[in-house]
């Protein structure tokens, strides 16, 4: 057990134990103390696996208010958790690989594929029959290899969990899949042909967060390497590229996406359950726009949910991007790390497992079509499943995967299907169901959602005469009384500068060191300003000019009001020479 030591004097603090869950369902404990940043424990995890890739995983919690919550590893661990120790955390996929290809090594996709299988199982990933059969076979051949008439019985299938629900129709496709067209295949390649099929679906990485739409309809949000994502029914009713998002603003409840459609402007507001809830949202946003937008990290900003100086929240995300990951999972050198895989009895397939996992979940709702339904959907012959050379175990590190036609294709077709218009996802409506982690279902979101406004069914589409005039009215005297408290203001405001009013002395003072401090701060900032856009070599001028805030002030800010001022010099020296 690791115990991570401050080397302050405040170190003999008393210690705090953090137990976090795998996704394979283990758990590994440590003890932290209070100046422990959540880096530390990110670190840990990953040397526990041996994980060079890690920049896709974060550490998820909640707090006692059942609000999810990112760890944020700048800051204490003790400072982010809300309950009191021990503390129980979640290691997770934070931000799904764009291109599962370009994954360096091994170990890193099958840290992906026991997420996807969680996706799966908790209906985040909505699929059509022939896809989930395939995702299905996929799985069954890299946890039981090939198929075996001695040692798989008939209804081996249902051994496995696969789906929140498992028609008779669904397990008999699974297995004439895995019988027939997945023999020889490593659990390597198994692993991977269900990623390549995963990044295929329209749900892929989507976390969905549920909200209420302005007419009070449930959508699920979600934010992915194509860009900011909506979700209503079986369909994908928005899709905002993240160059077409300007702006992701909270306030409240509400939640704003700023962004162009069809070369329009177009602002899109949704609800949410709670103002917690709503920053969650937020926060997941600009971290999802700055890890797959940017080509650098040093390009990012410090995102503010207020126009407003000094009001609502700041965010930064301070980690690598998309494409910094990439180059540096290029780079890697080292020998493979031995892939430690979970048998079938320690797997979330298991059925033993499942049991003690869904105890006190709400009824998981259905994902796939039941046995009643009609017939299913030819399986879809897009994707050909690699040749055991192509991908091998361990994967070297000179070329973990080989690029073959077939899979540039795939992503091609994948890049023409990401379109503004609606797009039908699934026969099925969009519906996760709960999780260790809670994805509310359907009935769990109208409870969440009792406390916001809803539309008045009872009310007329069209108010009546007398109560627009009385609107009218009632927004007249509204308007009449803030004329009034700012009469009042400015009276009182008048008199306290003339004298009139006899003030404390200790106010008085305040007031003058006030004054003394505004008027230093006008003439020390345009001072500093001065010098660190002059060319003066100073140490410390140095520092400030290299920090991501004075390069994101130096081209937002400086640089237009010096060419605004620079205009307006220009204008009135024309005027003054025409004279």
Known sequence: MIRFRSSSIRSLSPEMKCTVRLLDDSEISCHIQRETKGQFLIDHICNYYSLLEKDYFGIRYVDPEKQRHWLEPNKSIFKQMKSHPPYTMCFRVKFYPHEPLKIKEELTRYLLYLQIKRDIFHGRLLCSFSDAAYLG????????GDYDPDEHPENYI???KIFPKQSQKLKKKIAEMH?????????AVSEFNLLLKAYSLETYGVDPHP????????????FTAAGF???QGNKRIHLLKWCDVYKLKFEGKTFYVFGAQKEK?????????TPAACKHLWKCGVENQAFYKYAKSSQIKTMSSSKIFFKGSRFRYSGKVAKEVVEASSKIQREPPEVHRTSITQSRSSPSLNKQLIINMEPLQPLLPSPCEEEEVPLDEGIQLPKEDEISVPVTSSSP?????ENVDLAIEHEEKIKEEPLTISELVYNPSASLLPTPVDDEIDMLFDNCPRVENEKDDTDSFEELEADENAFLIAEEEELKEARRALRWSYDFLMGNIEVNAFVKSFSRLLLVGLGLLLFVFP????????????SFLHEIRETPEFQQFHIEYYCPLRQWVACKINFIRDMLGSF
């Open 137 to 144: 076979a996929c799985i069954v051949q890299a946890e039981l």
């Open 158 to 160: 249902s051994d496995f």
């Open 179 to 187: 019988k027939n067209e997945f023999r020889g295949q490593s659990p």
């Open 211 to 222: 909200c209420k739409d302005s007419t009070g309809t449930t959508t699920f949000l979600g």
């Open 229 to 231: 994502v909506v979700f």
């Open 265 to 273: 402007k177009a602002v899109l507001s949704f609800h949410t359950s």
């Open 401 to 405: 995967v080989k690029d073959t036609g």
């Open 527 to 538: 001072l500093l300003l001065v010098l660190l856009e002059s060319d003066l070599q100073i």
